[in-house]
């Protein structure tokens, strides 16, 4: 039987990690380790994680940096299984998640899932067109497209994958997409069309929290990067397109904030990469109008 390693990524989130560590032990495939890796919680993560008595469990206390990357990469690192999952401590999984991977996997080097979004409460959020997928084969150009999907909660690789394309990137805020992209650039995947996984969606996301330019940054980060080292073409031109896409965004988003000298180096780069003179002027208009609008808002809040 396979031997999985689930790393679960952990910050002061107790009550959600005790749901998420409750779905890794239930698991109908018994062959596995838990490490639940500890950005040095201040809540009582350590003594709940003391006090659990299945032998499976692992604690991995580290020192406090806020970079989830790092976190994951440290407890892979820490891992003995033949695969690894990562889990983060406010998603679940459902109790046959990794027995129906590994069972479909057969030779491939990783796997993903079709998942579900939930809210803060665990209960069901629609996705906005339809329900996510689970594509198998080469599927880096649907990465590139879709920029969000695959869930990382879905997937499971092998350990020797995982290590060949150099962990999660610890320079981006956008790891989870990079990670994702690396791998379907480098093996075809093997796509469960089931819900087996179950994506938290509230305030305390990490995700939900960021705004204005940087939610761009980290796309910028990974399509720059993908250019330089991707030779397909049909690939670089859609990674070309994102790239100018996510330039144009953040110069509206840098204006908005005042940053005028960003968003015209953000405008420049976006020109050099085949945005036209129309779209950098659409970028431009929307931003100095949001400015403006931000700015008359709170002129009319101010005191008398």
Known sequence: MSSVS???????RLSLLRLAVDSVLQ???GELELIVADDSSTDETQRYIAGLTDPRVRYLTLPHTGNVAQIRNEGARAARGEYLAFLDSDDLW???KLEVQLSRMQDG?????????????????????????????WIARDVIVAEAAPALATVLLRRTAFEKIGGFDEDTNREDYAFLLRLALAWPTVGVPEC????RHHTGRRTERWSGPESFIGFVH???????????????????????????????????DGRSREALGCLLRAARNGAGPRHCAAAAVRGLGRRH????????????
């Open 109 to 137: 080097c990783w796997s993903h899932t079709q998942y579900e979004l939930i809210d803060a409460e665990g209960i069901r959020i629609p996705f906005r067109a339809g329900a996510s997928v689970a594509l198998s084969g």
């Open 27 to 29: 698991q109908t495939h």
């Open 94 to 96: 459902a109790p046959q």
């Open 196 to 199: 087996l996984a179950y994506v």
């Open 222 to 256: 990974i399509y720059t990067r993908l250019l330089s080292e991707v030779q397909d073409v049909d690939l670089c031109d859609l990674a070309r397109q994102r790239l100018v896409r996510n330039l144009l965004e953040m110069a509206t988003a840098l204006l908005t």
């Open 293 to 304: 609008y931000t700015t008359a808002l709170k002129s009319s809040r101010a005191p008398c």
């Open 6 to 12: 689930v790393i679960v990524p952990t910050y002061n």
